[in-house]
């Protein structure tokens, strides 16, 4: 098979391990030169490859690549931008096909979450219509851990790892000042229908009042009266409350806590914020001096508090797709196996993109306790290994170092494209 070369892009929010997958992309298939050629990224995600933007990352040396292990955002620039559907706008995927036939790319390695496997999928589909020889192979990313098949998504570890020492460093302050301060904290996290995240912070405690003494999960219907009956036992009890909430907190109705009336790129509802929808509650109903953070950026993209574990994963999932691709595979992503939980033990499987485009993994109930406000035993057996190990990026000057790479582009051979 004569060789040819391979696109890769970075889609929707970035995570503090993508690039982590990229490097095991790009140093996989310099590992394989013979069968890949150059290995060209989409310069803002698969905007680049609408656009004709190309980064050339042969000019990157050995080190340069090495270092995106350890550099957190998208070094190569994502986009919130999901093509239309394929029957209306076949023009934005001819479009796609067209650049890579011009660069004589035969591989396409696309890095997001369930849209981006939609994405892939599509591509897929119609370069096979058109008789365009292309592997498409999805790369799983997203800090929500909502892609199904895969036991977990490279990216949540490292935010679970964070919100749960957050939570835990958080609870000592506000417990330490609770006698004539602060009664009540909330700390907001992602995730707009999974709690994935929420429930990380229960990693925080274990014991009898050991906080978060509520977490509260898209998957449970929000109750004001009982929410508001067990901030106010905690407080009594322990002098204090700890809460962990998700973004997508809602009613039983399905209507979200902190709905902000707008939609994102992708079609989804925008939240307005729900730790302070729910202080204002606290401050209303009990009348307890509370405060709140929302971890948002933060928590995706601390790389100093990264788990080991899930860059060793994402790395894993980056070379796994090279591999899969060579080996004729087409339409499939890697997936993530558990084959043990103690000793945590894993190794890379794969999956068909008509079993994960568009899908969403939800919290399992017997995940959480019955009362709806923890996690269970099985809960904690899932979550633990996922957030085990440190992977310290270098330092100096007691600042970390972070790879900023420049973007060298190549030079475009078709006629300009409005996305």
């Known amino acids: 098979m004569a060789k040819q070369n391979a696109f890769y892009a970075q889609s929707g929010g970035v995570t503090a391990v993508i690039n982590a997958s990229a490097c095991g992309v790009i140093e996989t298939a310099r590992q394989h030169s013979d069968q890949i ?51 209306t706008h076949r023009s934005q995927y001819e479009r796609l096909i067209e650049v890579f036939k011009a660069h004589d790319i035969g591989y396409f390695f696309y890095n997001g979450g369930n849209d981006s496997a939609d994405t892939c999928l599509k591509v897929s589909q119609l370069a096979e219509s058109m008789g365009y020889p292309l592997k498409a192979v999805h790369i799983p990313k997203t800090v929500d851990n909502d892609l199904p098949v895969t036991d977990n998504c490279p ?19 506000i417990e330490s000042m609770c006698a004539t301060s602060t009664k009540v904290f909330i700390l ?43 901030v106010d036992d905690c407080v009594k009890k322990y002098g204090y409350c700890v809460i ?77 797709a090279v591999k899969l691709a060579l080996e004729g595979k087409n339409s499939v992503m890697p997936t993530i196996l558990r084959t043990n939980d103690a000793p945590y033990q894993w190794e890379i499987g794969e999956a068909c993109l008509s079993d994960i485009a568009n899908v969403e993994k939800f919290m399992p109930r017997d995940y959480i306790t019955p009362d709806g406000f923890g996690i269970s035993a099985l809960g904690r057996q899932y979550l633990a290994p996922l957030i085990q190990g440190e992977d310290f990026p270098p330092y100096k000057d007691g600042m970390p170092q972070y790879i900023r790479l420049q973007h060298k582009l190549v030079s475009r051979k078709l006629p300009d494209f409005q996305p």
């Open 37 to 87: 050629g150059t290995v060209y990224a989409g310069r803002n995600g698969i905007i680049g490859a609408l656009t004709e933007e190309l980064i050339d990352t042969s000019v990157l040396s050995d080190a340069e690549v090495a270092a995106l292990r350890h550099t957190p955002g998208g070094a190569f620039g994502s986009c919130r931008y999901k093509l239309k559907d394929i029957e």
């Open 188 to 230: 907001e996290v992602m995730g707009r229908h999974a709690g994935w995240i929420a429930a990380a912070g229960g990693l925080a405690g274990r014991g009898e009042g050991e906080p978060p003494h509520l977490i509260i999960f898209p998957e449970i219907p929000f109750d004001r009266g009982t929410v508001m009956a067990r």
């Open 155 to 173: 990216g949540f570890g490292s935010v679970a790892k964070y919100i749960a020492v957050s939570t835990k460093e958080a609870a000592l302050d």
């Open 244 to 320: 962990v909430i998700s973004e997508g907190a809602r009613y039983a109705d399905g209507t979200f806590l902190a709905d902000a009336g707008t939609t994102d790129a992708f079609g989804h509802k925008q939240l307005g914020g729900v730790a302070p929808t729910l202080a204002g509650m606290v401050k209303q109903d009990l009348g307890y001096k509370y405060h709140w953070a929302v971890a948002d950026y933060l928590q995706r993209s601390a790389r100093h508090l990264s788990s080991a574990t899930d860059v060793a994963q994402a790395y894993a999932v980056g070379k796994a």
